[in-house]
């Protein structure tokens, strides 16, 4: 009989397939690991239930003890089986960003969701970690799961999928490619690969991620690669990560990550998520360089299920600016260089930008202070906008700026978040996401980050000439 005597007896194993289209024309063999066959949908799976084992076995999580995490989804999900299948409780602590899907399933476990704001800086008592730690600290019998700091999680790999790799490859596997989350599944993979053979590990990182020396701004693809808020003091990187397994790191970008994923379900049949478009892309670079004796993997770490309103929306990839090409020239002359303030910008300053170089700008965006300015602004830290009424009115009318301090920060004046449209949307469709903002401009987003600016009268113009 082949009776398992529960789900978590069923994670890991997942199989190896080979790129089809995507890798054609390559020398190497390109293969995948879809970690999404996971019963939890994802490689989270592995690192959950050793964590959970791990701490049963050593008296820190006790019979009716509380699970509690920081997590993007996954990990969430992996305990969540875990919790119901050995009878704990547990509460997840998810930033507001991650997608609506996830925290369905996370529901649908019986796991308590808790949301804090994505944006905060490290030391902020509501930072998604230190709230799980708090949450955990609280309440009688809880622990703390830690995957950025719990051993167990790159271990788990170390002792599962690596040689899942070695076995499935026969040995052959001489190079492997994976996204940086928390740092587990690379640093065990990578490790024990390494031991057996001379593998070289790559590592596949958002273009904005400090792992490998960006500005630490947002980026699209979730739960991978490494996010520094500009009033972080001291920002740790996980102790999972062991940066001495990694050879190097190929940089990729958002729209690349996003469009690799959106390839992946419609030429190869993998719906997965946006770190598998990040690895593949990465993983098909790598293997542009190398002849037929290479064999490179690449782990593509859960499901595009979880994403459907996202990665794999044509509406939300348009609205982002990912996907453009199919409507050459749309909007493209609403593009050019805009001038911005930061929320600690002085109205003595914004003034003179007003009536100077940004006099045109139908308004002046308000972004976070502290980025490195030759970056285009990622939408969520787009914070708000000195639309011209608030110009005229606040910031260029002399009697007003009379009364007011010239030191006042723009912050203290500014309007909310900018409505914003995509380089891919039809005019017709911008003025549609106008309507639905109850906005008269709106910024341009390519690539989820400020491209331009726009305003209803241009839209509709370029409307009506679009209809003859
Ligand atoms: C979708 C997804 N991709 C990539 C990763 C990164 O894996 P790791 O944390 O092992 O580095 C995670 C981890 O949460 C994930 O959920």
């Known amino acids: 009989m082949l009776i398992h005597d529960s789900l978590i007896d069923l994670v890991g194993g997942t199989p190896l397939v080979r790129l089809g289209r995507l890798a054609a024309g390559l020398s190497a063999t390109v293969l995948v690991k879809p970690e999404y066959l996971n019963p939890g949908g994802s490689v989270k799976d592995r690192a959950a239930t050793a964590m959970v084992l791990a701490a049963e076995r050593d008296g820190s999580l006790r019979p009716g003890g509380t699970i509690v995490e920081a997590s993007s989804g996954n990990t969430g999900i992996g305990l969540a089986q875990a919790a119901a299948v050995r009878g704990f409780r547990i509460v997840v602590v998810l930033p507001e960003t991650v997608a609506v899907e996830k925290m369905d399933v996370l529901r649908a476990y019986g796991a308590e969701v808790v949301t804090t704001p994505a944006s905060l800086p490290r030391e902020h008592p509501e930072h998604v970690n230190r709230l799980a730690q708090r949450i955990a600290e609280e309440t009688p019998g ?24 070695w076995m499935a490859t026969g040995g052959r596997v001489t190079h492997l490619v994976a996204g940086i989350g928390t740092g587990g599944t690379i640093s065990g993979t990578g ?36 996010y520094r808020h500009t009033a972080t ?203 639905a903002a109850g906005a008269d401009h709106a910024v341009l987003l390519r690539d989820g980050r400020l491209a331009g600016l726009v305003t209803r009268a241009e839209l509709a113009a370029r409307a009506f000439s679009a209809g003859f």
């Open 191 to 226: 490790r024990y690969l390494k031991e057996q053979g001379p593998v070289e590990v790559v590592g596949a990182d958002p273009a904005t991620s400090v792992y490998h020396g960006g500005d630490g701004s947002p980026f699209f693809v979730e739960a991978a690669g490494h």
């Open 233 to 435: 003091v001291t920002d740790t990187w996980p102790r999972s990560y062991h940066r001495d397994v990694v050879d190097r790191i190929e940089v990729i970008g958002d729209r690349e990550s996003v469009l690799t994923t959106r390839r992946l379900a419609r030429e190869e049949g993998l719906l997965v998520g946006a770190s598998s478009g990040l690895a593949v892309a990465a993983a098909l670079r790598v293997a542009r360089g190398l002849g037929p004796e290479h064999v490179v993997v690449a782990v593509l770490p859960d499901s595009g299920r979880t994403y459907l309103s996202k990665y794999h929306s044509a509406d939300w990839l348009r609205r982002l600016g990912f996907l453009d090409d199919d409507r050459p020239g749309l909007l493209a002359d609403a593009t050019g260089p805009v001038h911005t303030v930061t929320t600690e910008t002085s109205l003595a300053e914004a003034a003179a930008l007003a009536a100077g170089p940004a006099r045109d700008q139908p308004l002046v965006p308000v972004v976070l202070p502290g980025r490195d300015p030759r970056f285009a602004t990622a939408v969520s830290e787009l914070l708000g906008v000195l639309d011209r009424a608030v110009l005229d009115r606040a910031v260029l009318d002399p009697a007003v700026l009379a009364r007011r301090d010239p030191a006042t920060p723009v912050g203290e004046v500014m309007c909310g978040p900018p409505a914003s449209v995509g380089t891919g949307d039809t005019a017709a469709e911008a003025l549609a996401r106008l309507d």
């Open 142 to 165: 809880g622990w703390f799961a830690d995957q950025y700091d719990n051993p167990a999680n790159p271990a788990v790999h170390h002792a599962t999928t690596g040689p899942e790799i």
